[in-house]
Each structure stands twice: as structure tokens, then as C-alpha cells.
């Protein structure tokens, strides 16, 4: 860091102190993880430098022979890891790479079903004012509100009435495992394309705790960071038919040159995730967070479907006395991050809901197992509890502190 310290203190000085808060706290927030130092390395690596538009052995410009190798390194490990017919590493976010889904495979104004965002859907599986809800005529099933699990037979009764042209299945805040199969079965019912978005699961499926929607889905986008733990990117992955649109969306229907210093890391982070290490770490992120909820319950947390199959929990604090933004704030003044969030059924603002989302990717990372789970939960219930008692607080924040600076985090040296 010496160089930005030189050129840029006021830089340095904001890096150094996000460093120290990422070690000193706890990061509970489910999409939000630690890469390698390796993953690191790459993408602050001389590959920021070149531009390479096109594809592997199709560039535009000369001078790719190494770019070439790299990206694919990263395609053919992709393609060992989930089991994919074809993989494209270049788009840049999540968001980018489901646009460029729809703009293979639809025209604007095909119907699409897609889970609600406040029942724990994407805003790009079909938010109205968001791009995906403004082109596309999409159709969107919920949870039910008791159970606060999607219902399959109301989202086959949908299917059946509305004919959609895609059906997308994926999350960003439902805490339940997905029948990929039900969900492929539907759709062949009524002929739509199917489209997978495991941004959140994908480290999961990886380390073959939860069950890969690969071999049935016609289309899967993933995220390389969140439980991949890899650099922030995205991927896509399709039947090999469907490779050729979707190649040509993404390049040149949406995107000039890809960001070859993260897609070096996203090549190293899938070689990290080929480890048998990598299925541990699977194992552990799932158990951390069951426990989680298990000791959250006991404190009378109400956990939206009483509990997680993933990495993730939602919570409704409505019994707590306290919203959504409330909690956030105060936890995030003890050290222990996490978001505010809609449930299903929701009354209030989306800017002040009434509940939280969080998980354990990061904290499995750094070796927290069952024994922080239960620290953890103990520390939100206090203050959360307590959330005017500022001495209280002051403590807990102590207490966290002395915990995390026991877990390092890949890549900090405080």
C-alpha cells in the first residue's frame, strides 16, 4: 500500500480504516465475504491494463496471448466446478449478466416469471420500476406468507395462466433450498426457458451442500463473490445451444472490454473452490448458520420459515419492538454488520422495514464455527433488547472486538 500512501493519503487512510473496521467486526451481511489473498493479488495485478475485447483466439486487438490463456483457465475451471456445457466470465456484475440473459433469449415485452423482491426476489427478476420489469412483461409469484416458503403448485397454477417465455428462479434474501427440478418440470409443462440465479447459493452448490440447478436449467447466472468468494464478477453458464446468443449479448450487445484482472481472480477463486477444502468451508457456512438460527429462536427471534437451508436468515423484528434500519444501526455501532430488509407480507418502507438479513459466509471464512454462532446470537439479542443503553453497547463492542482479532481475515494484518 505504500505507493497509494505516497500519491493519495486521504485514499490510504480511508483504506486503512475500512481494513480495521473488517477486522475488528463481525460481517454478517449474506452477499459479502473475504477473498484469498491470491484473488486479491490478481485483481490489483497489470492486467487492469489491457484491453482485449472479443473472446479467446477472437480479439480485436493484439497482444492477447496470455489474456487468452487466462480467461480460459477460467472458463475450463468453471466448467469442472458446476458441471457447465458452456461458461462466460466476462460480465461484470450480477446485474449486467441477467440483462444480458433477457437480451439473448427474450424480446422486449415477453412474459417472465420471477420471484417478488419483498418476498425475496432480485430487482432484476422483474422489479417494476427497475429495467427488468420496464422491458420485460413479468409476472411475479411470491412465499407464502405463513410458511414464508414458495409454494410450487401456485407457482405451476401461474405458469399455466400467464405462459411466460422464461421462468427465473433465484433469490437474494430466501432462506430455503430451491427444487430446481419442480421448477424445470413446470416450465416444460408450458415451454418456457428456464433461468437459474445462484448468486447467493453458488459457494454452496460448489461444495455440493446444496443441490446444482446446472444439469436442468437451460441458463444459470451466478455472482463470483458471496459464498464463491471470489472477486466481484459474475459468470454465465448455459446449455451448449444456447452459448452463441448468449456470447453475443454480453459481447457486443452489452459490454466493450472485459476486466481480465478479475477475471484472474475469478480463475483463481474457482481453483480454490476445487479443493476438497473449498466443501468444508461449504459444510461449515451451512452448520454456522442453522446454528445461528437455532440460538436466535431460543431468544424469541422470529426467523421468517423458522429457520435457513443456506447461508441466509431473514428476520422479522416486529416483536422485538425495533425496525429493520434500528437494528441495523446499532448493530453496525457494536461492530456486527448486517442489512435492514422487507419481509413477506411487508407493511413498511423499504427504507425502513421491518426486518434484517444476514448470514455466515464471512465469519466461516475467518474459522468461526458453532461456539461464535452462539456469541453472536447472544450479542444481537442484548442489544437489540437494549438498543438505548449505550453503555451496554460500548461493552459489547469491546467484546466483539476481542473476539474478531482472534479470526483473522485473509489478506489484513492489523
Not at 71 to 77: N, S, V
Amino acid at each position: 500500500m505504500s505507493a497509494i500512501q505516497k500519491s493519495d493519503p486521504q485514499i490510504y487512510e480511508a483504506i486503512e480504516r475500512e481494513k480495521r473496521r473488517q477486522a475488528e467486526g463481525i460481517e454478517l451481511i449474506p452477499s459479502e465475504n473475504y477473498t484469498s489473498e491470491a484473488v486479491m493479488e490478481a485483481c490489483g495485478s497489470i492486467l487492469t491494463n489491457k484491453y482485449s475485447e472479443g473472446y479467446p483466439g477472437k480479439r480485436y486487438y493484439g497482444g492477447q496471448e496470455n489474456i487468452d490463456h487466462i480467461e480460459t483457465l477460467a472458463i475450463e475451471r468453471a466448467k469442472e466446478l458446476f458441471g457447465a456445457e458452456h461458461v462466460n466470465v466476462q460480465p461484470y456484475s450480477g446485474s449486467p449478466a441477467n440483462t444480458a440473459i433477457y437480451f439473448a433469449l427474450l424480446e422486449f415485452g415477453d412474459t417472465v416469471m420471477g420471484l417478488k423482491l419483498e418476498h425475496g426476489g432480485h430487482i432484476t427478476h422483474g422489479l417494476p420500476i427497475a429495467f427488468s420489469g420496464k422491458a420485460y412483461n413479468f409476472v411475479q409469484y411470491g412465499v407464502d406468507i405463513e410458511t414464508g416458503r414458495i409454494n410450487m403448485e401456485e407457482v405451476r397454477k401461474m405458469a399455466h395462466e400467464h405462459k411466460p417465455k422464461m421462468i427465473v428462479a433465484g433469490f437474494t434474501a430466501y432462506p430455503r433450498d430451491i427444487d430446481w427440478k419442480e421448477f424445470k418440470a413446470i416450465a416444460d409443462e408450458v415451454g418456457a426457458i428456464t433461468m437459474a440465479d445462484i448468486s447467493h447459493t453458488a459457494g454452496l452448490i460448489a461444495g455440493g451442500v446444496l443441490e446444482s440447478p446446472v444439469p436442468y436449467f437451460d441458463v444459470v447466472m451466478s455472482t463470483t463473490h458471496k459464498t464463491l468468494r471470489g472477486p466481484r464478477g459474475a459468470m454465465i453458464m448455459c446449455k451448449e445451444k444456447f452459448a452463441k446468443a448468449i456470447d453475443r449479448a454480453v459481447f457486443p450487445g452489452l459490454q466493450g472490454g472485459p476486466h481480465e484482472h478479475a477475471i484472474a481472480g475469478k480463475a483463481i477463486a474457482f481453483k480454490e473452490a476445487l479443493q476438497p477444502s473449498f466443501k468444508e468451508y461449504g459444510a461449515q457456512v451451512k452448520k454456522n448458520a442453522a446454528y445461528l438460527a437455532e440460538k436466535l429462536m431460543e431468544r424469541d427471534f422470529k426467523l421468517i420459515s423458522d429457520g435457513t437451508d443456506t447461508h441466509l436468515l431473514l428476520a422479522d423484528l416486529t416483536n422485538k419492538g425495533v425496525t429493520g434500519k434500528q437494528a441495523q444501526h446499532v448493530l453496525d455501532e457494536v461492530g456486527i454488520t448486517l442489512n435492514k430488509n422487507t419481509i413477506p407480507g411487508e407493511t413498511r418502507s423499504p427504507m425502513d422495514p421491518s426486518g434484517i438479513r444476514f448470514g455466515t459466509p464471512a465469519i466461516t471464512t475467518r474459522g468461526m464455527k458453532e461456539p461464535e454462532m452462539d456469541r453472536i446470537a447472544d450479542w444481537m439479542d442484548r442489544v437489540i433488547s437494549n438498543i438505548d443503553d449505550e453503555a451496554l453497547h460500548a461493552q459489547i463492542k469491546e467484546e466483539v472486538k476481542e473476539m474478531c482479532l482472534k479470526f483473522p481475515v485473509p489478506g489484513i494484518k492489523v
